[in-house]
């Protein structure tokens, strides 16, 4: 586990560089902020989280338990979880709009055109709405998924 990486992912910098070429401008990484948001937009008054489906227990086709220390690993995904939860909820109090960018919206056979990841951020972060959650295109569904 010590080299799955907690920053500069690839899903995550697909994002940074075309929200970038955008023109959006951002910080990365507070750790004055709750969870260490991926992306940290002052101006518009939002962060955005790149999350891994496993890591993060996202229940779609990316995610497969463990067969092997079952125990272990619902207990570290569970309280991952949670912690996100609780993370999510600290933002909100302090008054900032949380964005989730799932893997499964980025890869896999369900994965959408990044060109329609990046739209939907950036009509998130312009039009001052509330939270927002992208992830892959399951059947009838389109783009962005309240949360």
Same mark, same amino acid.
């Given at each position: 586990?010590?080299?799955i990486?907690? =920053?500069? @992912?690839?899903?995550?910098?697909?994002?940074? +560089? /075309?929200l970038? =070429?955008? /023109?959006? +401008?951002f910080?990365?990484? %507070? #750790?004055?902020?709750?969870? #260490?948001? %991926?992306?940290?937009?002052?101006?518009?008054?939002?962060? *955005?989280?790149?999350?891994?489906?496993?890591?993060? $227990?996202? $229940?779609?086709?990316?995610?497969?338990?463990?067969?092997t220390?079952?125990?272990?690993?619902?207990?570290?995904?569970? =309280?991952?979880?949670? #912690?996100?939860?609780a993370?999510? !909820?600290?933002?909100?109090?302090?008054?900032? #709009?949380? /964005?989730?960018?799932?893997?499964?919206?980025?890869r /896999?056979?369900? +994965?959408?055109?990044l060109? %329609?990841?990046?739209?939907?951020?950036?009509?998130? *972060?312009?039009?001052?709405?509330?939270d927002?959650? *992208?992830?892959?295109? @399951? !059947? $009838? !569904?389109?783009?962005?998924?309240?949360s």
């Amino acid at each position: 586990m010590a080299a799955i990486r907690g =920053a500069d @992912t690839k899903p995550e910098m697909l994002i940074r +560089r /075309g929200l970038h =070429a955008r /023109g959006f +401008r951002f910080r990365l990484h %507070d #750790r004055k902020l709750p969870g #260490r948001p %991926d992306l940290i937009f002052p101006k518009h008054h939002a962060v *955005l989280f790149v999350h891994g489906c496993f890591w993060h $227990g996202h $229940g779609c086709h990316l995610f497969k338990w463990p067969s092997t220390r079952e125990d272990f690993w619902r207990e570290k995904i569970g =309280a991952n979880v949670a #912690r996100d939860a609780a993370n999510k !909820e600290a933002l909100h109090h302090a008054g900032w #709009r949380v /964005g989730v960018v799932w893997e499964c919206a980025l890869r /896999g056979r369900q +994965r959408q055109p990044l060109s %329609d990841v990046l739209s939907a951020i950036t009509d998130w *972060l312009i039009s001052r709405d509330g939270d927002l959650s *992208l992830k892959d295109l @399951t !059947e $009838g !569904e389109r783009m962005a998924v309240p949360s």
